[in-house]
């Protein structure tokens, strides 16, 4: 008698867990269907002005556009961008909020001990856009190609210095990396923002600098800048004359990325909702236009395709901190 009752309360357990199972997909199906019903949230982990502000007002008119819903961007600068992301990913996970990242976000977690893990913590929802830097020299640098800048490096008793917008800094570890493939050494001086690293790197105060395409390409027009290369696999459409890297014969690419994640636990309906809404807006010849005049490109894809490249980036960055010791306060 014991038995069949433990077996008829093992089944009611069973049927119950079914029943509830049923109801929470029920529930998802319908917060789907809503979705969206009220604004939308976009955390932009920077201040205002900003390239990565720029890109997110756009994309949230477009979004706007696309999701018949107002998407009102809210700025959160602080720590280098972790403050905003960190509220981004502690809101609830009901698709209302979404935070803007870029590379740092792949960076951080080697330089800072954060509050949030960049990978479980979040769902992706989808990459924006993507752009090169360049490896751009001052014109009294006497290289005109990568391959001679390397040999240069190579054989320069007092060393090449190279500017960046500031330690742990994209700019700084992108180069970090370079230099670690290529074989070679220069030395970093840092900068509080790409802005003056760049000025001083046109004034010959530094020899080289990895540099963005809106910044590099009016310096090159009037030859205040040579650009020996483009850190992309292949040559880009606004400056198709310039090698890549790896034309060099230096194994090397770095991406310069925006893109979009939300809280933890976004259902999946909505989560491909908001992708095939962000994939639609990036391409829309307003975004586009935009893009193109700072080098930039759209970059639709899936959120798991935007998940990889966080991990693999996540994975690369950390053996460049190791590698070079960077320490940050």
Known sequence: MRVRADARLGRAVLGMALVITALGASVCQAQAEDYPSQPIKLIVPFAAGGGNDGI????????????????????????????????????????????????????NPSLYKLPFDPVQDMTPIGMIARAPFFVSVNPAVPADTLGELVDLARNKPAGLTYASSGTGGISHLAMEAFLKTAGIKMIHVPYKGSAPALTDTVSGQVNVMLTTAGSTLPYREDKRLKVLAVTLPQR?????????????????DVTVWYGIIAPKGVPAAVQAKLNAAINAAVVKPEMAERLKATGEEAAPGSPQAFQDQIVREIALWGDVVRDARVTVN
């Open 236 to 252: 880009v459409s606004s400056a198709p004359d310039i090698p890549t890297v790896r034309e060099a014969g230096v194994p090397y």
């Open 56 to 107: 997110a007002r756009l994309l949230g008119q477009l979004l706007s556009e696309e999701m018949k819903q107002p998407v009102v961007v809210e700025n959160r600068p602080g720590a280098g961008g972790k403050l905003g992301v960190e509220q981004g990913l502690r809101s609830p996970p009901d698709g209302y909020t979404l935070t803007l990242v870029s590379n740092s976000y792949s960076v």
